[in-house]
């Protein structure tokens, strides 16, 4: 009899702080408290616990339970015997409980999301919701079956290689106990014993086929799968097996042309995904992760970024499926411990064992903006033990790296990895948009045998602001589409990028942020956490990577509008738009991707755009007054800075807050009273990020160039009024200094 594997998801008490429940998984206990901030959320250790009836056993059988997912870490205890301790909230483990089973026997697993000195992730821009968040099963096994106990893997690794027309793929399988022979065949392609070897104990197969005129795995267009079984036979039976899925693709990063599958360009047009959804945490649903894809697939985007650590099998499933090419990452990320080496190993490990056989994945990415507080010599040796563990256990993938932006390019850090990927936010939290041109343009010039994408970059918007006059920091659904049509237009004309990576596909939880009156969230996403609305952004990116033909009228939340004459933005995929106001033809126009019509407006309208059969309504109406649910509540400082006071009070020959960071560092006064903001500041950023970053000398420059109002309206902070007037009033003592600095006037 070959395995029976039984999911275990329901009738479990769970046990927080004294208080029982009964939960089904999957379950969370941080699904509110996580995503509310930013008051502290829950991150301590609970326990689950479940009666456990003894199956009915032939001889030598071995009882696993298997565990997709156990936020951080789990101690499982049979009958109050502990049996294993997992590190690591997001890979699958396994234990085998065969000997601790009784007839009736209390499982309990503890889960705990403490923060502590070992386990990654403990410093990141998302919420660590702790739980059992992903499915357990029992597997009840022959004495003879395919390794169970290696890092969560199935025990059958398949590598295909392909050349021109043709495929080898071959096999490698591990297994324990008696094994006559190992057959395995993929249906249509064929099928072979494998060579069996003994070593330690355990039993390894080799073999391979061939595969003439390979039906090849090629991405979103055609992502044709093979599917191969291995058996394992004993005593002329087949006593174990396992059915992999696998596709027969080539790829390669060029400096100059980007990425490549199967031969030709193929430029990857990315978007990055967290697992959480408003409401419900981690704790997802199968149709949940459909419903990802589903959005992700309607944009029209081709690749993903699993951030920021391994995702549900089930989601690297249906990128194979769907042909979406995949980078996949563990959570060593922001802040590097000297104690977390070993965690970082078994992490990479696990994700590389458990999903070595998915063919959307094409690379293995060691961390995330590791070097925010410099980068240490053990830093860079744990980067070194983690790329050379990549490529000991992956000859056809390459290791990889997301850097933050303030890491020179010259680093050793940067160079470490088979590929470059940039973290850049310019034109959101420093400088503009057009400062991400030049970072690709100096990089390309001064490096142009590297190959470079582009890993993270967005704004954040509150689908309920609307502005007339969009602006960095504003938090507008506005803002955010005007930076991602920069973007897209910049991607354009640098065809070297292998890849780019919008964050995020969706909000997500950060627990520790707290901005535009929406605690507890990230709010870059295209989609919104409940993924009940798209944004405008979404929209520019279908009509540059989509198809599907559609019609997409920006603003329709934009309702009550202030100006005479009122912009109407169509994004689409046409190449002629006609716009009718209250049923009339107002204009025609032939283009590409965005549509602008200024539009005369003195009551309420209806707005229609039509273009190849598509349409798209809206009503707009004229307002004497500016609505105020379109601005942010608590945004006392941006009414101050719209103020006309605020720009006109420079004092001839002093400094103001109109000054550049320049003008003011370049006297002691001033130099002084930046310090200390700055210093505030970066504790303050991205939810407390950027607390301890340390900023070179190229990122410096960036800044000096910046007015200090500018930087003080992005910087998240929440400076009162009479706070702010004060500083003008303190600058407007200081005389500014005599010699400029290169900086301000370049
Ligand atoms: C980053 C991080 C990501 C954050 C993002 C942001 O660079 O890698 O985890 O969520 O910035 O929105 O600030």
Known sequence: MVRIVKKINEQWEFEKQGERTLVSLPH???????????????????????????????????VYLEFRGVNSSALVRMNGKELARHDGGYSTFRVNVTDALEEDNTLEVLADNAPN??????????????????????????????????????????????????????????????????VVSIPGAGETELALETVDGKTYGRGSIAIPDVHKWDGVEDPYLYEATAALYRGGVAVDLVRERFGCREFRFDAEEGFFLNGRRYPLHGVSRHQDRLGVGNALTRKMHEEDMELILSMGANSIRLAHYQHDQYFYDLCDEKGIVVW???????????????????????????NYNH?????????????????????????????????????????????????????????????????????????????????????????????????????????TLQSPKPEK??????????????????????????????????????????????????????VTFDRQQKKDAYYIYKAWWSREKFVH????????????????????????????????????????????????????????????????????????????????SHDKVRNWFDAPQANGEDREGYLSINSTMAQIQATEQ??????????????????????????????????????LKKLLQQGGMELEEEKLEELNRALNQIRKAEVQKESERG
């Not at 597997?139 to 290689?161: V, W």
């Not at 000297?338 to 078994?346: P, Q, V």
């Open 328 to 354: 996949a990452e563990i959570p060593y990320i922001t802040v590097h411990m000297d104690t977390g080496r070993e965690n970082t190993i078994r992490q990479m490990k696990e994700l590389i064992t458990q």
């Open 670 to 707: 001033g130099a002084a009273l930046l310090a200390d903001i700055l210093g505030r500041m970066t504790k303050k950023a991205a939810g407390g990020m950027g607390e301890g970053a340390a900023i070179p000398e190229a990122m410096q420059k960036i800044v000096a160039r910046q007015p």
């Open 473 to 526: 920091g504003d938090y507008t659904e506005s803002y955010q589409a005007v930076y991602h049509e920069h973007m897209l237009e910049m991607f354009a004309s640098r065809p070297y990028l292998w890849g780019t990576y919008v964050w995020n596909m969706f909000e997500f939880g950060a627990a520790g942020r707290n901005e535009a009156g929406d605690p507890g969230k990230n709010h870059k996403g295209l």
């Open 28 to 62: 969370t206990w941080n699904a509110e408290d996580g995503q509310t901030g930013p008051a502290l959320y829950y991150r301590g250790a609970c326990t689950y616990r479940r009666r456990l009836k003894k199956p009915a056993l032939a001889s030598g059988q071995q």
């Open 359 to 463: 063919a959307s994945i094409v690379c293995w990415a060691l961390s995330n903006e590791i070097s925010l507080q410099g980068v240490t010599e053990d830093l860079m040796e744990n980067h070194r033990i983690l790329n050379d563990l990549v490529h000991e256990m992956d000859k056809t993938r390459v290791s990889a790296m997301a850097n933050l932006f303030l890491l020179e390019t010259d680093s050793p850090l940067v160079r470490l990895p088979d590929i470059r990927g940039y973290n850049l936010y310019y034109g959101w939290y420093v400088g503009e948009m057009e400062d991400n041109d030049t970072f690709f343009d100096e990089f390309h010039e001064k490096y142009p045998d590297t190959a470079i994408g582009l890993t993270e970059y967005g704004a954040d918007s509150v689908i």
């Open 117 to 182: 000195d070992r386990v990654y992730p403990q410093r990141a821009d998302f919420t660590f919701y702790g739980g059992i968040y992903r499915d357990v099963y029992m597997i009840i096994a022959d004495s003879s079956h395919f390794d169970l106990d290696d890092h969560g893997g199935s025990g059958f690794r398949i590598t295909s290689e392909v050349s021109g027309d043709n495929a080898v793929v071959r096999f490698e399988t591990y297994s324990v106990g008696e094994a006559e022979k190992i």
């Open 553 to 632: 009228l920006c603003g329709s939340r934009y309702h009550d509008r202030v100006e005479d004459t009122t912009e109407i933005k169509v994004y689409s995929n046409l190449e002629k738009i006609t716009l009718y106001v209250d049923g009339r033809l107002f204009a025609q126009q032939e283009g590409q991707h965005v549509f602008r019509f200024q539009v005369p407006i003195d009551g309420v309208h209806q707005i229609r755009a039509v273009g190849g059969g598509c349409e798209d309504c809206m009503e707009i109406a004229k307002a004497d007054a500016p609505n105020p649910s379109y601005f942010m």
